[in-house]
DNA sequence: GTCTATACGTCGATAGAC
DNA sequence: GTCTATCGACGTATAGAC
């Protein structure tokens, strides 16, 4: 009789990996991937430093499980905002999203940095061109609808919608080296860190779209 | 009497570290990080796998090397660009370190794979921070210049120039990652990879800024 | 699941410089 | 004779194939 493992034991397992997850991404929010040993994670799951490869074979998995976590948030975020500016215009829907990532991002200033730049592991540089490339496409659509209708002057939109991941990333990331206070309340105070980032991002993204009106400064 | 180093001691071997960088300058710009094994770099170099080690400790310090000393060159050629342009307008300057920077890596497009985003090593990637943010000071200043005299609007100089960096990476990341065709002899060709990316680019340059004309199209 | 291939880093041995 | 630079095979870890 081979052994079988109850729906008991299964949940258990279940649950200790969530509490994994967990513990990462509390971790990952407070002090970035610096803070994501795997002596931390596991402290603060609750459990022993080795049962954390009972769930993940390597670091660096775990820590492409947290990105694709975080992220996949991200943009469903993103997504929604895009979705609610339907009935606007394709550059305010652009914008929509723009500011819906840039002010997230401000938010949870460690958060954000560890996922945009923080030096980690080349399976997470792997994970990040993936969703850069993702985001790409969403710009990528809107952009090809307002050049299709005339809003937007003619342009390759591939190109444009790169640029445009680009210049969001690394503009953000400017603002978010500097002040790396992690305990600073900036995470529930909203947009104490790089004021006036979002407009200023905002007018560059118009006017890089060709935006004939963009008096938005 | 303690051992002493001969000057033709040392020579031998500087030399043979020179042939250690030049080796893997060579395999970096034919296949990329990926092609910069120890082995084969020892082997270019005509020496043994463990004598690499006598010059760097451990593979991402190699790989560190290799990305200062290529990074270097382009902004050294970006600086000349620059400089050429230096009785021009602001716009004009920004344009042609781009345009240089651009058309550079697009003619040897494995190397710049590798050194704008080939996942490697955490190293290089702190790296690849630190070189992001001199380009950055370099467009800031050109940008300051530019709202200084009036002929560009008011704007954070910072904040575009580093969205700036960022779009002209990520606009050629795309470009570079679908033709890693290495033997195609595009580095002698001239512009055979992603024709029309520099145009297109110097034109959401040049609207970014908020060039009053920005016909370039 | 096993087995092979690849690659990093180390080590004892050797040849040669001092 | 002593110390050192170099070699190349080995240990270990990991990824992929079968």
Redesign the interface.
């Given at each position: 009789m081979p052994y079988r493992r109850t729906p008991a034991v299964q949940a258990r397992i279940d649950a200790q990996r969530t509490a994994v997850v967990e513990a990462g991404l509390g971790l990952l929010a407070e002090h970035g991937y610096a803070g994501c040993t795997m002596a931390a994670v596991a402290a603060r799951a609750g459990i022993a430093t080795g049962s954390v490869y009972r769930h993940f074979p390597s670091k660096a998995e775990l820590s492409v499980e947290l990105f694709r976590t975080v992220v996949g948030r991200e943009v469903a975020a993103v997504s929604e905002a895009a979705g609610l500016a339907a009935h606007r215009t394709c550059a305010e829907r652009v914008v929509a999203v723009i500011e819906t990532f840039a002010s997230r991002a401000l938010k949870s200033p460690r958060l954000a940095y560890a996922l945009l730049?923080?030096?980690?592991?080349?399976?997470v540089?792997?994970e990040r061109?993936v969703f850069?490339r993702a985001f790409?496409d969403v710009f990528a659509s809107l952009i090809a609808a307002g050049v299709e209708s005339g809003e937007l002057?003619?342009?390759?939109a591939?190109?444009?919608a790169?640029?445009?991941?680009?210049?969001?990333?690394?503009?953000l990331?400017?603002p978010l080296?500097g002040p790396l206070t992690e305990g600073s309340g900036a995470e529930t105070a909203g947009e104490a860190v790089g004021p006036?980032?979002v407009p200023?991002?905002v007018?560059?993204t118009l006017?890089?779209?060709?935006v004939p009106d963009?008096h938005h400064?």
């Open positions: 730049a923080e030096p980690v592991d080349p399976a540089d792997a061109l850069r790409r002057p003619p342009q390759d591939r190109l444009t790169s640029a445009l991941v680009g210049a969001g990333a690394e503009a990331v400017g080296t006036g980032t200023a991002l007018t560059f006017r890089a779209l060709g963009a400064a």
